[in-house]
C-alpha cells in the first residue's frame, strides 16, 4: 500500500518504477514473440522487432508507459489491499470467482453434524440388496469408529444431498475389519480389488452409500433416479474434500473415502 502511494505522490520513484516495468515488459514481450517464431505462431515481420534487442518492443513499452503502469496497479493494488486490511491470507484471482458454500465454511471451522437415526436390519437383508452387494448385513453402520474429520465430511454429504437435492442416504458399510475385507476380496473383482489392509475401510477412511426411498434401499444405477442421485452424491462429496468411487476404471458408484493427510494406505 505504501509503494502504491510512493508511485503516485513521488516523481522520481514513479520514473524508476516506470523505467523497471518498460524493462520487465520488453524481456517478457521478446522471450514470447521468439517462442512464438520457433513455433510458427509468430510472422517472420514481428519477429524483426526483437533482432535488434527488442528495440521495437521497447520504443512500444515507452510509448504506453502509463497504461502498463495501471495495469501493474490492477494486479498489484488488491494484493495489498488483501494483505493490508485482510487476515493475512493473500487474495488471488480465483478467490473472487469461487462462491463460498456456507455448509462447507461451517465444516471447516468445526461444526459437529449428528448421523442419521439407524434403520431397521432387515432393510439391508433382502434378496435385492444381497444380490447386488453380497454380505452387506454383516457390514458395520456405526458411525462412532470413522475417522472424526471424515465422519463429518460424509454427514455434511448427507445433509447437501436431502436438503438441496431431495435424496435421503444410508450408511451401507462403513469400517470394516481386514478379516471381512478378505471375505469379500474371495467373492472376486466383481465385489472389491482391495485386499485386507489395502482398503480405506480398515481405517475409518472410506464408507459405502445407497440411497433410502419407500422404505426400500436403492443401490443398483440402472435405476434412473438412483444414477442422477450418484452424479449429484459424486459432485458434493467431491465438493467437501472426499474422493468419490464413480470416477474409477471400477466403478463403485456409492463408494466415498478421505485421503488424510499425512496417512498413508499400505501397499504390497
Known amino acids: 500500500m505504501v509503494a502504491a502511494l510512493a508511485i503516485f505522490l513521488f516523481p522520481s520513484f514513479r520514473d524508476r518504477v516506470l523505467r523497471a516495468t518498460i524493462s520487465l515488459s520488453t524481456a517478457i514481450a521478446v522471450f514470447f514473440i521468439k517462442i512464438g517464431h520457433r513455433f510458427g505462431l509468430v510472422s517472420e515481420a514481428s519477429f524483426q522487432l526483437v533482432r535488434d534487442g527488442g528495440s521495437g518492443v521497447r520504443t512500444f513499452a515507452v510509448r504506453h508507459r502509463y497504461l502498463l503502469l495501471s495495469g501493474m496497479g490492477l494486479l498489484v493494488v488488491p494484493v495489498m489491499l488483501s494483505v493490508a486490511f ?5 487474495l ?9 458454500d456456507p455448509k462447507i465454511e461451517a465444516l471447516l471451522k468445526g461444526e459437529q453434524l449428528v448421523p442419521p437415526p439407524p434403520l431397521p436390519p432387515e432393510v439391508f437383508a433382502t434378496a435385492e440388496v444381497e444380490q447386488i452387494r453380497p454380505l452387506t448385513k454383516e457390514g458395520s453402520r456405526d458411525w ?3 475417522d472424526a474429520d471424515f465422519r463429518n465430511r460424509l454427514l455434511l454429504v448427507y445433509k447437501i ?5 431431495g435424496y435421503d442416504l444410508a ?9 471381512r475385507q478378505a471375505k469379500l476380496a474371495a467373492l472376486g473383482n466383481t465385489v472389491t480389488l482391495a485386499k485386507a489392509n489395502q482398503s480405506y475401510h480398515q481405517y475409518g477412511l472410506a464408507a459405502d452409500n445407497a440411497f433410502f426411498r419407500n422404505g426400500k434401499l436403492v443401490i443398483s444405477e440402472r435405476d434412473p433416479w438412483a444414477m442422477e442421485g450418484y452424479r449429484l452424491y459424486g459432485e458434493v462429496a467431491e465438493s467437501v474434500g472426499l474422493v468419490w468411487g464413480g470416477r474409477w476404471s471400477f466403478k463403485d458408484y456409492g463408494h466415498v473415502e478421505y485421503r ?3 496417512f498413508k494406505l499400505p501397499r504390497d
Do not use: I
Not at 488471488?92 to 463460498?100: E, G, Q, R
Not at 450408511?171 to 478379516?179: F, N
Open 171 to 179: 450408511l451401507l458399510e462403513g469400517y470394516r475389519s481386514p478379516e
Open 144 to 146: 462412532a469408529v470413522l
Open 260 to 262: 488424510k493427510p499425512g
Open 92 to 100: 488471488f484471482f480465483d478467490d473472487w470467482a469461487t462462491t463460498s
Open 161 to 165: 444431498m436431502k436438503e438441496k437435492h
Open 86 to 90: 485482510g487476515t493475512g491470507r493473500v
